[in-house]
């Protein structure tokens, strides 16, 4: 069976575009700055532009919109940032494709009745909440969110033993975070905002799952 085609669109350094592969997707990423350490096939350009002329072919397309907008630290800085998730919205359903859009807590109130995934929930050392809407006729089923029983580093200091690690901002720690997170090729750049690719790799086995007509 021919692999399917995944669109990951605002890229960065490829963590969702990892899970994909290792569920074994083909991926294209785009993103409209240049992305050397991207360990895919790679489009540099504008993602809304892209996915209007070319979404329709993909199997399935994955939006991780700018998050700084709605995040924590950039609110407290009075940084201003662009609103992409609706304009990303409507071109992602006018393709016709299944897709998803990621983001953070933050940005929950434009998103619809989106699932939950945090790193306990994988076995990694980090809890990294991100948030997934579903469209184009793909849905997933929130699972199970275990308490957080262990203490997490402050941000952007060491990790105590005992500890999870944070890895946002200017943390301490690439090694550790590569590893925590698995994605051994990115430098601190990418750890601070990408997606552990174990999220990824859920979606994509659901979205398989769905196609075979398998509940996830």
Known sequence: MNRPRVL???CCQGGAAKGYADAGFEVTGVDIAPQP?????????DAID????CGAGFDFIHASPPCQLDSDCQRIQSNTHPDLIDPTRA???ATGCPWVIENVRGALPKLRTPVLLCGGMFGLATYRHRYFETGGGFHVVQPR??????PQAKMGRPVPPGHYGQFIGNFSG????????????MNRDGIR???PPAYTEWI????LASRLGVAA
């Open 8 to 10: 990951d669109l605002y």
């Open 174 to 185: 690439v090694s550790l975070a590569r590893e925590v997170m698995g994605v051994a090729w």
């Open 145 to 150: 969110h275990l308490r957080h029983t262990v």
């Open 91 to 93: 071109a992602l359903e």
């Open 50 to 53: 892209f996915v209007r002329e």
């Open 193 to 195: 905002e990408c997606i």
């Open 37 to 45: 350490r991207y360990p895919y096939a790679f489009v540099q350009a």
């Open 204 to 207: 994509a086995t659901a979205y």
